[in-house]
Antibody, heavy 119, light 108 residues
């Protein structure tokens, strides 16, 4: 059974940093591209970042480029999102998602972790 | 960036009725389109990929069609568990992989 469990969310002050984690199980993690997608309160979904299985290919939304860093540890079946210089606009539930192939859709989502940026 | 526009924003439907949701892309995305269902407080769930293929375990009352810039998701006979928000996403012209703003299907 595929499982994705996010952690690391919480309350952070504007300008602060946070590191999200996603623990994966039930599939061959190292072969799967992974995504972070976020959803601000009461809003739609926003793709944040993608990383290929080997970490060779990494992509970011313009809204987070230069502030967020996606990474993975295939030995530990874990995905990460390092978020720096956080602003109120980054307040959202952050989901990790497993991708089919490369450059496609998310076929399985974690339950999400809430990040709140507020003073 | 490919902008995805969903309509209507809210759809009020009686249980048992048919619901038709639309998703339009600002430029062609070929058939690289997915639909997701999201219930309150839950993560999205994949319904449809490649514009018309149902994901594993998705009931046959969900069907989808379209290619290029115009896409449709149809729920043939709404069940109580189908009242949710539905999102479309393109994965042809990326980054970014853009989502529509969502259509809420509510009980009439």
């Amino acid at each position: 059974e595929v499982q994705l469990v996010e952690s690391g969310g919480g309350l952070v002050k504007p300008g602060g940093s946070l590191r999200l984690s996603c623990a994966a199980s039930g599939f061959t993690f190292s072969s799967s591209s992974m995504n972070w997608v976020r959803q601000a309160p009461g809003k739609g979904l926003e793709w944040v970042s993608s990383i290929s299985g080997s970490s060779r290919y990494i992509y970011y939304a313009d809204s987070v480029k230069g502030r967020f860093t996606i990474s993975r540890d295939n030995a530990k079946n874990s995905l990460f999102l390092q978020m720096n210089r956080l602003g109120a606009e980054d307040t959202a539930v952050y989901y990790c998602g497993k991708e089919i192939g490369t450059g496609s859709y998310v076929d399985f989502w974690g339950q999400g972790t809430l990040v709140t940026v507020s003073s | 960036e490919t902008v995805m526009t969903q309509s209507p924003a809210t759809l009020s439907v009686f249980p048992g009725e048919r619901a038709t949701l639309s998703c339009r892309a600002s430029q062609t995305v070929r058939s690289d389109l997915a639909w997701y269902q999201q219930k309150p407080g839950q993560a999205p769930r994949l319904l449809i990929y490649d514009a018309s293929t149902r994901a594993t375990g998705i009931p046959a009352r969900f069907s989808a069609s379209g290619s290029g810039t115009e896409f449709t998701l149809t729920i043939s006979s709404l069940q109580s568990e189908d009242f949710a928000v539905y999102h479309c996403q393109q994965y042809n012209n990326w980054p970014p992989k853009t989502f529509g703003q969502g259509t809420k299907v509510e009980i009439k």
